[in-house]
Structure formats: structure tokens, C-alpha cells
């Protein structure tokens, strides 16, 4: 039974009146009367005694107009509500993104979030791969580096390039690297991560995207070890700016080839495709937007280059 059936129900037990009934409907008297007859006929039961001067309920009449009237009740309250949390700061985001920027600064960013808007509940799932998007629902997805999917809009949030970086102790004993071709006589650290070849290091010469492929005796699948390791001097490491800004500006790690820019690995912000965007996920959005540039500055306060 569709929700109108039970309307159309409940309309003629308020009215107890098939002429009163199809004036609130916008129905002829004799529309009316032949639906209420198919539904009697479908269910099997007489609902209604008609004669010639009144309208009565039947046991199952009775039965059959109260819970119509409950579903109804029911329905519009559901209507009513989905469609007030599409326009109110309240309601629940779920929303996903990557281990490394979820732990340095999304994870404080939902908190101070919250903070703000109390009544929004977020549910953060950090995962090394968050646009692996088979089976799963998500609001909105954060992530670095983003590879577009056409089933999803993305607004960039950050301008992000990865920079080399290595500890003084490291450089001390092995010198810097006068160019890329001799990144391959160094220690790199590997990361394991997203890339297809994780030893090919890409950089942009004179607007040409050129490829160096790098080894070293240490690589791993997640990013804070990788910076860890650099940090403890065992080798060079090529890392995100906003991963690596706190040992850069304490000197536990210096710039390495400063003046060769890399590939750009922009943070995005991802949604899928469709025309509902509740007010707390565009309350969030320009939430990220305003609050990520605050806290991630620019690549160029360590480099020669800039974007």
C-alpha cells in the first residue's frame, strides 16, 4: 500500500462524507466512490455502510481509518524532519579522509568543529585510502593528492606541494645533493603510498614533469614514520608541507633541493553528486576552508619556489 491509499483513507473517515471527501481531495464524488470501492475489494472487506442519509465505520473500517490516519501522521512527520535538517545546523556528517592529514589536522578541525556547532554529530573514518568508495557512505571525504572520480564534486582546500627534507645530522655526513640525478646516490626514504612506483620521485624541471628514481634502506606505508625516520637522520624524505612544518620550523629538519619544485598534491575536499548539500555540510565546508590555510602555511616559507 502506498502512503496516498492511507490518505486517501483517512480523508473520507474525517469527512464521513464522499462529497465532503472529494471537494478536500480535488476528486469528482464519483472518482471517490469508485476508489474506496477497489480498496474494499482489495482488502476484502466492507469498510464503510453507505445509505441513503449516513456514512458509518465498519469494525475493520474503524480499524483500517485509525492506523491510516497513524501512518499518515507518521509520514509527514518524517517528511518534515528530513526536509528542516537539510536547512539546519544539526543532523549527523559522515565523513571520511586520509590517516596522515586526518591525524595531523582533521581530526582537531572536527573537534574544534563541534565545538562551534554542538548539535552536528561527525563521524570520522580515517583510512589510508579513502576514495576506495565501493560499498561505503560518506557526506563529504578530505583527501590528499585527490584522483577524480566523476561521481564526486571536489573544492580545492589547500595548495599543496610536497617538499625533500632531511635531519642536519644527515646532511653533516652526507652532504646535500647538488641536483635530482644525484638523489640516487643518497639514502631515501620510501613511502609506500598511492603511487604505482613508489621509488620514482617527480619533480617539475623547466615546466617538464621528470621522473628520478631514488632507493634507500628504509620505506614504509605510513607518512609518520617515514618523517620520523628523517628526522632521526637515516635519510632524505620527500613530505608534505603540512606534514613536516613543525620540524622544519625547529630546525630538526632542514630543505633539501629547495629550489626544484615537485608535483603539486593538493588537499581536496570531495562530495558525491546530487542536488541536497544540508546546511551542516556547507557549514563545515567553508568551516575547512577558512581554518586549513590558517593552519598549514605556504611551501615557499622553505623553498625558493612558489606556486
Not at 625516520?229 to 620527500?238: Q, R, S
Amino acid at each position: 500500500m502506498r502512503v496516498d491509499v492511507f490518505q486517501f483513507f483517512a480523508t473520507i473517515g474525517e469527512e464521513m462524507n464522499l462529497t465532503a471527501a472529494a471537494r478536500s481531495m480535488g476528486m469528482s464524488v464519483s472518482a471517490v466512490s469508485r476508489r474506496l470501492t477497489q480498496l474494499e475489494n482489495r482488502l476484502g472487506v466492507q469498510l464503510i455502510k453507505r445509505t441513503s442519509r449516513q456514512m458509518l465505520l465498519t469494525s475493520e473500517g474503524l480499524r483500517y481509518f485509525e492506523g491510516a490516519r497513524r501512518i499518515v501522521h507518521e509520514a509527514d512527520v518524517l517528511h518534515a524532519d528530513i526536509s528542516n535538517s537539510v536547512d539546519s545546523e544539526r543532523g549527523t556528517l559522515v565523513v571520511f579522509g586520509t590517516l596522515g592529514f586526518g591525524r595531523t589536522h582533521l581530526s582537531e578541525l572536527v573537534a574544534d568543529f563541534h565545538t562551534l556547532y554542538p548539535n552536528i554529530e561527525i563521524h570520522l573514518e580515517l583510512s589510508g585510502d579513502p576514495f576506495d568508495l565501493e560499498n561505503t557512505h560518506f557526506d563529504m571525504l578530505v583527501g590528499v593528492g585527490a584522483a577524480k572520480d566523476s561521481q564526486l564534486t571536489y573544492r580545492r582546500l589547500l595548495t599543496n606541494r610536497r617538499v625533500l627534507c632531511a635531519s642536519p645530522d644527515y646532511v653533516n655526513r652526507r652532504g646535500y645533493p647538488r641536483s635530482v640525478s644525484e638523489l640516487p646516490d643518497h639514502d631515501c626514504i620510501i613511502l609506500n603510498e598511492h603511487e604505482p612506483d613508489f621509488t620514482l620521485w617527480k619533480f617539475e624541471l623547466d615546466g617538464v614533469v621528470t621522473p628520478v628514481r631514488v632507493r634507500g634502506p628504509l620505506r614504509c606505508n605510513d607518512g609518520d614514520t617515514v618523517t620520523k625516520w628523517a628526522v632521526l637522520g637515516h635519510g632524505i624524505a620527500m613530505r608534505s608541507i603540512w606534514n613536516v612544518r613543525p620540524f622544519l620550523e625547529s630546525g630538526q629538519l632542514v630543505p633539501v633541493l629547495p629550489g626544484v619544485p615537485t608535483i603539486r598534491s593538493d588537499v581536496y575536499l570531495a562530495f558525491p553528486n546530487n542536488e541536497y548539500f544540508p546546511l551542516r555540510a556547507r557549514r563545515f565546508t567553508e568551516f575547512l576552508q577558512q581554518e586549513i590555510p590558517k593552519r598549514v602555511k605556504s611551501a615557499a616559507d622553505f623553498v625558493d619556489y612558489t606556486d
